[in-house]
């Protein structure tokens, strides 16, 4: 709901700002009998939708990567609460805590894998890994 009511708002925002830049720009041509004025009339309407369009991409792109940190931040401050109560635990060895840090130790790989720069042998010798871990 509120990614529609921000791209209504966006939307909204490329319209009012386009329209009175067009019409300042329009009224700043004297007459409209000149050749050039066509060409003038068609850069106003481009530099007009065009500037607003541009921030309003600015800004959800904003959005949504702000989205990717938080959700990122989260998975990691799971993944330190988890570490913590395995630390704290004092079974340490049973199989039900070490399988619960595994996965979580995977998950985290998996949330980082998607951009980072391994290739499939590398992410794959690091699984392996975790899991002998």
Known sequence: MKKIILAIFGILFVLIT???LLICMISGIPTFDQP???FYLVKAIVL???????AFGFFAHDLYLRHKMEMRSQMIRKFKESLMAYQE????DSTEA???FRNSLTCLFCAFAEDGKLSENEQKDLLDYIDKL
């Open 18 to 20: 386009g329209c009175s």
């Open 36 to 38: 050039a004025a066509t």
């Open 48 to 54: 007009s939708f065009g500037f607003p369009l541009i």
């Open 89 to 92: 635990s004092s079974c340490g």
């Open 98 to 100: 070490s399988e619960e």
